[in-house]
């Protein structure tokens, strides 16, 4: 069964699962343009430590406006929202565990409206949070900017910009999976070599667009300065069992505990994954992932389960014993492990290495609130035990 359109799953070939809106024309109006104002600020009032003091005055807005709003106006009132709640979380000297129903109950609101979780997740910091300095030019490194931030410095824009950068690449290898996938049902050997070709030709721009991620943003300032606001509230000690969020009904003032934001919610690797037919072996790490599934936009999820369920390149290789396909399909496998062995690379530099010079860091916990080293390690091995014998 062939794959549905990009457009079925909100991906284009043009921006992959970036937003296909212009995020920085997008209106809010009324008290949402308020909150707008104020989340952009964040890199003022921030530094000042009195982010609480300030945010404890927003007034509630009721799921009501919510349920008016359409769905670009939602997701960019989520990314707005999504930050507030970060930095009244983690923007003093110690954390707090309650968030007051000014930002709990339109958060939960627009989460549930986009299929979501209601904290800062992958979507609303790099998906739906960027814009073209030049509309009439691609999306690009030099050509884009970060929307809402934390802070004011080159270091956190260039960090979540090199992942846009990614995502926008990687909507040319999105758009030949079906092709892919339709060429092994018809048994059309050198066609899927030719279309596995042209994916690992973009995944060799992928990986060059993530070597540059030391360019702009330092291991230091991203440790210290970007990092702590993104963390989430499940498995951290910091919090003891997650976040009150005042006013919601349905949580009955019990303590919520969710995933913090990550690049292990971008869709890129798992689809790619589910293409391939790389699997993992059972880990905490593996459980993770799969539970890191409900962070993402329920049309990425429909496009990797739908991709896993369809398509059958590994067995469609392996049963045609012809050379230049199972190269192909190498060189694949070989890209993808590759991009698993720099993130293996930065999350030693960027975090381990860090945390161990920072007494009380955990070196080994993810932003999302995971061990992390050991396992990235091992699924990076994994993906590379998938090569097949040409």
Known sequence: MSLATLATYDITRERGFLCAFDAASVALGGDLGQ????????PEI????????????????????????DEAQARMA??????????YIWGAEMPVSVLPASLAIPAVALADRLGQQPLLQYSGYV??????????????????????K????????????????????AGEALALYGPLIDAEASGDADQAQVLLGQIVGVWAEI????????????????????????????????????????????????????????????????????????????????TYLDELHIYR???HRRFIDDVRARSQVRTFVKRMGHKGLTEAYNAAVQAVADFRSRHLEYAASYINLQGRKSAGNDTEIGTGGTPFMKYLKKHRDETKANLLDA
């Not at 927003?58 to 406006?65: D, H, K, N």
């Not at 949070?129 to 009439?136: G, H, M, Q």
Request: proline share 8%; aromatic share 10%.
């Open 35 to 42: 909150v707008r104002e104020l989340a952009l600020r964040l």
């Open 46 to 69: 921030l530094p000042t430590g009195a982010v609480r003091d300030v945010l404890d005055k927003l007034s509630v807005i009721p799921p009501e406006a919510v349920a008016e709003l």
């Open 78 to 87: 989520m990314v707005h929202y999504s930050f507030l709640v970060q930095a």
């Open 127 to 148: 998906l739906d949070n960027w814009a073209r300095l030049d509309p009439a030019k691609a999306v690009s490194l030099d050509n884009i900017y970060m929307i809402q």
């Open 150 to 169: 934390f802070a004011a410095g080159t270091d956190e824009a260039w960090f979540v910009l090199v992942h846009v950068a990614i995502e926008a690449k």
């Open 207 to 286: 990986n060059a667009l993530f070597d540059r991620m030391p360019e702009q943003c330092d291991p230091y300032i991203y440790f210290r300065r970007v990092r702590p606001f993104i963390h989430g509230w499940k498995d951290n000690p910091a919090l003891d069992g997650g976040v009150v969020y005042q006013g919601v009904e349905r949580f009955g003032g019990r303590p919520q505990a969710f995933r913090g934001q990550t690049g292990s919610q971008s869709s890129i690797v798992p689809s790619m994954d589910a293409l391939l037919g790389v699997g993992h072996a059972s880990d905490p790490l593996r």
């Open 297 to 299: 936009p329920p049309g």
